[in-house]
DNA sequence: CTCCGGTATGCAACCAGTTGCATACCGGAG
DNA sequence: CTCCGGTATGCAACTGGTTGCATACCGGAG
């Protein structure tokens, strides 16, 4: 269970953020590894603060803001749980079940319908890999690093290192969904009269 | 949801097996893109009877054993299932929060833990990587498919495909586990008096 | 002034997945 | 004969995550 030490460690990053602004946050950067609805987020800063390991106060004015802060407690709790191991991550990808379904039934006609699964899916992993690349490009060039402390330059390459698995995970869901594509278009040349077709199919 | 159609594929493909068959084969090749424990798998088998997807009856000689097999309305629903889309599968990696976690802390001592973390993922990747290929010349070689027909050809390159899958993603999660622990080196050489360790950071 | 969209929080119900435990039957080793 | 490990099934409790809904406050457009 890591949502409580996600938040934490976004708590250390920016202290006084309050749970709207976590799902925010959730939804840009660190929700690139750890997706969380606000719903999740507003119930899991409940039991933290039940917990001792985080405290919250209200926003100034009279709105129902609260803004939290990480203790002393869950800053342990946080440097604990990141020393300690754990399992990899279960990999659950429900196209794959699909395409392994088409395989067993036998019928043709699936095949489009994966094939648009497909391509759909092929945009979805080149659009974040640009997006990825772009955040590359903006925040880790290596003359933005020049007058750093040594403290601040580990941090930024560590999350430079975070960022490249991103990287790297949707350079490889790209290719593979090129290399599947070429090879259900290859044996399903549904409206392929054109021979050039076969060619696609090939330089991929 | 498609625990119950990863059952229904599976049951397809071999009819007549049992709970624990199925289970069986989940730890084995439908597992590698969808974990199920035998107990989930149980009480989905219960649910699909009472949904009129399975039928099951007892195996021969008096045990508790109970062979499942796939219903027509089955068929139909892993179908319509395989045809409908689906959103694309959440990524959650503890590691990458660890190590978001030690970039926020930015307590030096920690690095030595998500290194043996980085470490073990490597040989996990390795691993499943020096499967999967074997399972690739064992099954997908060329030769092997001079005598079938086109329907096995066709459910045999889908099969091949998912496998590729598998494959590129052991790849990217092994280079990325070597790039990341060559990032923590390079900032990091705490037991390194000896200068080849830089060598071998650089070659990785 | 009122409605709307964005900010902000939260409850309740449900579903999926995990963990721990219990049961039972079988065959072989000791 | 008994114990043990493998086959085989299942219940109960719990946790994590999703969905749907409700509430409230604010500022600007109409």
Chains 1, 2 share one sequence.
């Not at 990808?93 to 994966?114: E, K």
């Not at 497909?118 to 990825?132: P, V």
């Amino acid at each position: 269970m890591s949502l409580p030490h996600a938040l934490l460690t976004s708590l250390v990053e920016r202290p006084s953020s309050s749970g709207y602004d976590l799902a925010r946050r959730f939804d840009s950067s660190i929700g690139f590894f750890w997706r969380a609805s606000h719903q999740q987020i507003y119930r899991e800063l409940a039991r933290m603060e039940k917990a001792g390991w985080v405290a919250s106060d209200e926003a100034p004015g009279h709105t129902r803001k609260r803004v939290y802060r990480c203790l002393p407690a869950g800053r342990r709790e946080l440097v604990r749980w990141t020393a300690e191991g754990g399992s990899p991550p279960v990999v659950r990808d429900a196209l794959l079940v699909r395409m392994r379904a088409a395989a067993a039934l036998g019928s043709p006609d699936l095949s489009g319908a994966l094939e648009a699964q497909l391509r759909e899916r092929l945009t979805q992993h080149e659009a974040a890999l640009m997006s990825y690349r772009e955040i590359e490009a903006r925040d880790f060039t290596s003359e933005r690093r020049s007058a750093e402390s040594e403290a601040q330059a580990e941090a930024e390459r560590m999350r430079h290192v975070i960022l490249r698995a991103g990287i790297r995970f949707e350079e490889s869901g790209r290719d593979w969904s090129r290399e599947a594509l070429a090879a259900l278009d290859a044996r399903d040349p549904h409206d392929a009269h054109d021979p050039l077709d076969a060619l696609d199919a090939l330089d991929a």
